[in-house]
Nanobody, 125 residues
Framework: QVQLVESGGGLVQAGGSLRLSCAAS????????MGWFRQAPGKEREFVAA???????YYADSVKGRFTISRDNAKNTVYLQMNSLKPEDTAVYYC???????????????????WGQGTQVTVSS
C-alpha cells in the first residue's frame, strides 16, 4: 500500500535550520507531484511548498527565500530544507502527494489525496 513517512523534525532555536524528509513507497514516485503542508495548534492546515513531477517548485509567501523543496526520484524521497527558522514556523509538517504532471499550482490540502503522518517542528525564540 502507499506510504508517506516524514522524518527530520525536532526542536531548534530561532534562526536555525532543519531538513525534513518524506520517503514514499507503494507508488510510482516520479509520476507524483509532492507538497509540504503544516498545521499549528488551533489553526488550519496550510500550504508550504510543492514540487511538480518535472521539478519546478512554488512556495507560500511566508517561507519564500527561507525554505527549499527538492526531490530525489531515485530514492523516492522529497525534502524540505528550512533555514532562518522563526517561532511562527512551529507546526506539524506533513508531506502529501497527488498524481500527474499538472501545470497549475496546487495549494489546497483537498487537492492531495495521499498524506503522511506528520513530523513536529518546534522553533524556540
Amino acid at each position: 500500500q502507499v506510504q508517506l513517512v516524514e522524518s527530520g523534525g525536532g526542536l531548534v532555536q530561532a534562526g536555525g535550520s532543519l531538513r525534513l524528509s518524506c520517503a514514499a513507497s507503494g507508488l510510482t514516485f516520479s509520476s507524483y507531484a509532492m507538497g509540504w503542508f503544516r498545521q499549528a495548534p488551533g489553526k488550519e492546515r496550510e500550504f508550504v511548498a510543492a514540487i511538480r513531477t518535472g521539478g519546478s517548485t512554488y512556495y507560500a509567501d511566508s517561507v519564500k527565500g527561507r525554505f527549499t523543496i527538492s526531490r530525489d526520484n531515485a530514492k523516492n524521497t522529497v525534502y524540505l530544507q528550512m533555514n532562518s527558522l522563526k517561532p511562527e514556523d512551529t507546526a506539524v509538517y506533513y508531506c502529501a502527494a497527488r498524481w500527474g504532471p499538472q501545470s497549475n499550482q496546487a495549494t489546497q490540502a483537498t487537492q492531495y489525496p495521499l498524506w503522511g503522518q506528520g513530523t513536529q517542528v518546534t522553533v524556540s525564540s
